[in-house]
């Protein structure tokens, strides 16, 4: 069949193309890093001859790497348990107990998707001035968890409602209570729903940016987007080793997509079309 | 489990509340409130109260310390919406919006629908096209800034391809700046859609396409009138993503442009920041944040009654297995 085999060339014409347009810029970044300035200025989009570590070498050996990396997973650890942790309890009260409100209960949570965190910064900012969360890891972590919870509690609450109640049932006249049923039966078997919802709370949280740029003034607690803003701004002068660094910074996200890519990739289009 | 389930009337006395005694129905109350008021206290003190206190501050001229006294009415909404720097930013945010929908749905569409074959490496096809959704916006707006430097990489490429005419000051030129930045957007989201879209036509049914093809059907029409419609839902979610963050659109534009070039690339949230933090404009900074919200919410409400009801009711509740 003709037609059938032109699209399969339509196919790979097309997945080529995407392919290059996506690699081209993060090849540039990783290459560029191992170019001098020199190189770079004469020219831009050349491969590099010689190879130079010197950039690499000087980033890896500053602390500020290692600390905004810190930063990083600090914050976004921290905000995973919170918004998971609270989430998974809030979903289980939301999916098997029934109680005047839950419905209410349930669309607050829900109304919280469209709020986006931008909208509240300015009078999250003022708030944390007043608990005295500025220049805290806390005072993004908690925030972050707190945006965290709506999908999260979106995502588990009708994976646990699908629980079979003979389950429940069993667990109670075997003489466990409810609590003891969320722990040792719930938990464990909501477990592929919370690493979706983890993922998501930590990646969103891993990438934030406005949040740790309006809390933290010291960049001892930048995170890694904010840190790799600031260097950009602050070595302009010096392509070569901004490239390097940059360079750098995407490796902890892209590792992480590729070992935990199925969760990534199912979580996100899950959340938004099951 | 060794043991059979126990019969469904005996189930319904553990669940029903009101046939238990006052000392069960008082203990199911406070494991609510120990499941429950965590979350609450966290969601209400982090998310609601500082939505709630932003209404409250955009009636007040503030810089942000002392007591507020200097109540001012609705005034910040009028300056805001009298200043052609904020209309022009909620411009720049709708043409970003009008410009996804118009340009990189279609792409994605069409994309998605290509590779929606048995491609050899479809694996590491998806993990590549997916690559940039996973970088930080931060991450990726630096990397185009440097991408795009003045006969830098870019220009250099183009030039490279005979294509030398086309080079422009992408980010200086206050009549460019915005497209250019709408290309980095599509660079960063267009991986997703395309996932998005293809999920969706896994679940396209192959027996709907080879009826379709019994029927005479051409591949076109097949494709048209039978695979388009069943993505229906995924678009219509797509939409309401894209558009939702077209509106919020801040990292980018903080990183690449500040805004500028003469308040070519601002954009509301940008405005925002720009007045409440640089300026120390709380009063005014909030009454921004409550007109962006506002946006949101409207087209929030507004797509969801026209658009998503048939299908958000599965999409936001459905379980991610």
Redesign the interface.
């Known amino acids: 069949m003709a ?1 059938r085999r032109w ?2 060339v ?6 080529v193309v ?2 290059v ?3 081209v ?2 090849l ?2 990783v290459l ?1 890093g191992f170019r001098t300035n020199g190189q770079l200025n004469t ?3 050349g491969l590099p001859g010689p190879w130079v570590w010197d950039n690499y070498r000087s980033v890896v050996t500053s602390p500020d790497f290692w600390r905004f990396l810190g930063n990083s997973a600090l914050i976004a650890v921290i905000a995973t348990v ?1 918004a998971v942790g ?2 998974s ?2 979903a ?3 999916s098997r ?3 005047k409100g839950r419905e209410a ?1 349930y669309v ?3 109304l ?5 965190l ?10 944390l001035r007043q608990l005295g969360l500025l220049e805290n890891p806390l005072g993004v972590a ?2 972050e ?3 965290s ?2 999908v999260t ?3 588990l ?3 646990m409602h ?1 629980v079979p ?2 389950l ?3 667990a ?2 075997d003489g466990a209570s ?2 003891g049923f ?1 722990w040792r039966i719930m938990l464990p078997l909501s477990a ?2 919370l690493t ?1 919802v983890s993922v998501l709370a930590f ?1 969103t949280s ?5 949040l740790p ?2 809390v933290f003034n010291d960049s001892a607690h930048f995170t ?3 840190g ?2 600031t260097f ?1 701004s602050q070595y302009s002068q010096d ?1 070569a080793r ?2 390097a660094f ?1 360079a750098l ?2 490796v902890p ?2 590792g ?3 070992v935990a ?1 199925r969760r ?11 | ?1 060794a ?1 059979p ?2 019969p469904r009337p ?2 319904r006395t ?4 009101p046939r238990r005694p006052a000392r069960r129905r008082g203990r ?1 109350r406070l ?2 409130v ?3 008021g ?3 206290v ?2 209400t ?3 609601l ?3 709630g ?2 209404v409250y ?1 955009s009636l007040y001229s503030w810089n ?1 310390f002392g007591p507020l006294t200097d109540f001012v009415g609705f005034q910040n909404y009028a300056d805001a919406f009298g200043g052609a720097v904020f209309r022009g930013a909620i411009w720049h945010n709708v043409v970003i919006a009008v410009l996804s929908i118009v340009i990189q749905l279609p792409l994605s569409v ?2 998605a629908l ?2 929606d ?1 048995k ?1 050899k ?1 479809r694996a590491f ?15 990726t ?7 795009l ?1 003045p ?3 870019v ?3 183009l030039r ?1 391809v005979g294509l030398g005419g086309l080079v422009h000051q992408w980010l200086a030129d206050p009549g460019i700046v915005l497209y250019t930045l709408f290309v980095v957007m599509t ?1 960063k989201y ?3 859609g ?3 879209l293809l ?2 036509l896994q679940g396209v049914p192959p027996e709907l396409r080879e009826a379709a093809a019994l029927d005479g059907a051409t ?1 076109w029409q097949t494709t048209r009138h039978v695979v388009l419609p069943l993505l229906g ?2 678009i219509r ?1 797509w939409i309401f ?1 894209s558009v ?1 963050g077209s509106l ?1 659109l ?2 980018l534009v ?2 690449m442009t500040l805004g500028g070039p003469a308040n070519a690339s601002t954009t509301m ?1 940008s405005y ?2 720009d007045h ?2 640089k300026r120390y404009e ?1 009063g005014f ?2 009454a921004v ?1 409550v007109v ?2 506002a946006i ?2 409207v087209f ?1 409400l507004v797509y969801q009654r026209f658009a998503l009801r048939r299908d958000t009711a ?8």
């Open positions: 037609g699209g399969l339509a196919g790979y014409v097309a997945a995407v392919v347009v996506t690699v810029p993060l540039f970044v560029g020219d831009p989009a919170l609270l989430g309890m809030a289980f009260a939301l107990y029934v109680f209960v607050l949570f829900t919280g998707l469209l709020f986006p931008g909208v509240a910064t300015l009078p999250l900012y003022l708030w908690i925030p968890a707190a945006f919870l709506p509690i979106v995502i609450r009708p994976f699908a109640g003979e429940e049932d069993a109670v006249l409810r609590l969320f592929p729903a979706t990646v891993w990438n934030a940016y406005l740029l309006l890694l987007p904010l790799v803003a950009q392509t901004v490239l940059t910074s995407m996200a892209l992480f997509f590729v890519q990534i990739v199912g979580g996100l289009t899950g959340s938004v079309k099951g | 489990m043991a389930a126990p005996l189930a553990v669940h029903s509340a199911t494991e609510l120990l499941l429950l965590p979350a609450l966290l969601f003190g982090f998310v109260v500082p939505i206190i932003a501050y942000g069409g994309i290509l590779l074959r491609l490496g096809l998806r993990m590549v096209v997916f690559a940039p959704y996973v970088l930080s916006e931060a991450i707006a630096v990397i185009w800034l440097l991408m430097q006969n830098g990489f220009d250099e490429l490279g660079w267009l991986g997703f395309i996932i998005l999920a969706g591949s839902p995924t979610i993503l939702i919020q801040f990292d903080w990183i949230a925002l920041v409440g933090f709380f900074g909030s944040a962006l919200f949101c919410f929030a599965g999409a936001l509740t459905r379980a991610v297995s």
